[in-house]
């Protein structure tokens, strides 16, 4: 039975990947801010190294697989926040699990990204190399002014590149490593910008040429065929599930 760690267990796509995970016989370890088998604040480096050394002591250090789903959107308190949980927290838990997947069975690991990261302009702002460069207070002060929506497209981007970044690493470790990217879902998270007053109208007019959002288990069955052997020669790429928003964006570009 293999043994499978999911940050943002506890509401949207993460839960219906457990869901899915637990149907299929995996043993799923939960992990979010609340109401999971591992409650820690991905926000900090405490909760972080918490989640990592609790993973660790769940799977007796041989992890088959890993997803990190947590997130926050736009609607987040802060931009800070959003950087935290988006980039640094899959940072340190990718690095942290790195170990203890490398001794699992045909290991691999999924990011959730966003379709988001394509949006224009994104790639040439400065936050995206600060975000690289890994120092995680610059990253914060660097935000602290700047819009929400930078924030969210911007760790979606890098943590994208992050993943890209580490091919050479991970294949030595023998764990295949790639980010699922959706369009909309209709979740928690959705729900909240559609509300916004600053974004409800945008978030709610940017419709996929598919014509509707996704159901959170559309991407959970994504993320499993991407964790399963079926998906053995996929690793470092960006899988967009958006119903076309990515096609949309830019047509001419992949
Ligand atoms: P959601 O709000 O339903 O779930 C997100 C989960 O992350 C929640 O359970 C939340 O508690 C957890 N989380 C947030 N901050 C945390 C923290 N500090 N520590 C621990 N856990 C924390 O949202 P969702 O839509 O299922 O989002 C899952 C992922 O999908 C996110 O990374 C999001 O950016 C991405 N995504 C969502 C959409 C969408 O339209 N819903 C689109 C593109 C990408």
């Known amino acids: 039975m293999p043994i499978t760690a999911v940050t943002g267990s506890a509401s949207g796509i993460g839960a219906a990947l457990c869901a899915q995970l637990r149907e299929a016989g995996h043993s799923v370890i939960g992990i979010d801010r609340a109401n999971a088998d591992i409650n820690a604040d991905l926000s900090t480096d405490e909760g972080r190294q918490q989640a990592i050394s609790q993973v660790r002591d ?38 942290g699990l790195a170990p203890a997947l490398s001794k699992g069975t045909e290991p691999s690991a999924v990011v959730v990204g966003s ?17 690289l460069k890994g120092d995680e207070g610059e990253a914060l002060a660097a935000i602290a002014d700047q ?20 091919v050479h690493e991970w294949a030595k470790l023998g764990v295949r ?9 209709e979740t928690p998270l959705y729900k ?58 830019r047509p001419n570009r992949f």
Request: proline letters at 5%; charged letters at 15%; glycine letters at 10%.
């Open 58 to 95: 769940r799977c007796g250090d041989r992890l088959d697989h890993l997803v990190l789903c947590a997130g926050l959107g736009v609607t987040a308190p802060n931009t800070g926040l959003i950087l935290a949980v988006n980039y640094f927290a899959v940072k340190a838990l990718l690095d």
């Open 115 to 131: 379709v988001a990261a394509v949006q224009p302009g994104v790639d040439q702002h400065p936050i995206i190399q600060t975000l």
């Open 147 to 166: 819009d929400p929506s930078l924030a969210y497209a911007g760790s979606k981007l890098a943590v994208s590149l992050l993943v890209r970044s580490k």
């Open 177 to 185: 490593l790639n980010v699922v990217a959706p369009g909309v879902v």
């Open 192 to 249: 909240a910008s559609t509300e916004d007053a600053r974004y409800g109208e945008a978030t709610r007019n940017f419709v996929a040429p598919l014509g509707r959002g996704s159901q959170p288990a559309e991407l959970a069955n994504v993320i499993r065929f991407l964790l399963s052997s079926q998906a053995s020669f996929m690793h470092g790429t960006v899988v967009f599930a958006d119903g076309g928003m990515d096609a949309m964006i």
